[in-house]
């Protein structure tokens, strides 16, 4: 079976447990934040979907800004989590956009040219088995400032799988970045939003909190640019975490959309941000 076909039938199994994501992260836990969360959590996260020379590091790379680019120390010791982290706290209007699933050669590069364009950095939770034939993109990801984040190495249902063969979905991804973007990654997200104990006790074993969404764009379903433009202007507020893909099926609308409502974010005085972590 083709990589779209087997991403498109496992999301549809769940696509009526999509459609309440947003609507269910935004009652949920935890802000994004390097502290502890204090405010519980009442109703668990709604489940979502999903040949160049390396570039010459930039001046991100060079002489990272705070909050920028891969970090040069491991945090701290990661705190176990009970829900993931949903968004991000503080005074501003900030927003953090997220990318799954890739890197994919036929779309990533343009989403990465339209947020260099605006000058804007974001977070890219990558799969192993696309990132270990795309380490090219990753690099570029960290000339550029963006978070790379770990999304598993298939792409399964975690809480379906042992727990040996858990840590195994995201300890082989784990190396593929740390080779590629040049450090271990210090976030993770569980495919599809479907989380339990030994989930977030594995990711803080490794060194990465929990990151799920507020606002779920439901891209992958391709349901038209101008419906991916609408959820997201409709969903943006200040510490929300938008949720969509650069690979996993057909991910034009994705990008079209990306350049019509990223100024339209700018020009509303959102400023799109990754999120800090505290590091020794």
């Known amino acids: 079976m083709k990589k779209d076909q087997l991403f498109t039938r496992r999301r549809m199994l769940i696509a009526g447990g999509a459609v309440l994501g947003a609507a269910g992260a ?153 080779d590629a973007y040049g450090e271990p990654p210090t976030w993770f997200r569980a495919p599809y939003g479907a989380w339990n104990r030994n989930i977030f006790k594995i990711g803080a074993e490794l060194g990465m909190e929990p990151l799920a969404w507020t606002v779920d764009s439901l891209d992958w379903t391709t349901p038209g640019t101008r419906t991916i433009v609408d959820r997201v202007e409709e969903g943006a507020a200040p510490g929300v975490v938008i949720l969509s893909h650069d690979a996993g099926g057909d991910r034009s609308q994705s990008v079209r959309a990306l350049r019509e409502y990223l100024p339209q974010l700018l020009d509303s005085g959102y400023h799109i941000t990754v999120p800090h972590r505290k590091f020794v």
């Open 26 to 178: 935004a009652g949920t836990a935890r802000v994004l934040t390097a502290e502890p969360a204090t405010r519980p959590a009442s109703v668990p996260p709604g489940q979502g979907p999903q040949l160049r020379t390396a570039l010459k590091p930039s001046a991100f790379r060079l002489q990272p800004m705070a909050g920028y680019g891969p970090p040069r120390h491991r945090p701290v010791k990661t705190a176990v989590r009970r829900e993931p982290i949903l968004q991000m706290s503080g005074s501003g209007r900030r927003m953090v956009l997220t990318f799954d699933d890739g890197p994919d050669p036929r779309y990533t590069p343009h989403i990465l040219s339209t947020l260099r364009e605006y000058d804007v950095r974001a977070m890219f939770f990558v799969c192993g088995e696309m990132a270990v034939d795309n380490k090219d993109l990753l690099r570029e990801m960290a000339d550029d400032g963006h978070i790379v984040g770990n999304h598993t190495w298939t792409h399964p249902q975690l809480t379906e799988l042992s727990r040996s063969a858990i840590r195994r979905e995201i300890e082989r991804t784990c190396e593929v970045i740390d």
